[in-house]
């Protein structure tokens, strides 16, 4: 339940920093959507061994080892996955920040 509210957490500041840097709304939700949604499509046409090194770190599915009652073999564990996917909203807010600041000074 806890991971959950944590995992939401992340995504909505990674949101938040994807509408600074894009400046557009719907910019913004496409990209975050791309992101969670189709970059795990587009990594399952690759071949199976690099899905094997590249799919634990994903946003999505290193955020969703925070809550995976049974994780997978070869996958990240669960403070682990938490501890990447924070790092990926870690990298985008200084980078918000620096194009808000030069856009919107």
Known sequence: MTGTG????????????????IRSTAGGIATLVGILLVLPGVVSILPQ??????????PSTAGAALYDLRPEPGSL?????FAVFCLYAVAGLPA????????DA
């Open 96 to 103: 918000a920040a620096i194009v808000l600041q030069r856009r």
């Open 77 to 81: 564990s669960p403070w682990t996955g």
């Open 49 to 58: 061994t690099w899905q094997d090194t590249i799919t634990p770190y994903l």
């Open 6 to 21: 944590l995992y939401l957490t992340v995504v909505a500041v990674i949101g938040v920093s994807l509408g600074f840097i």
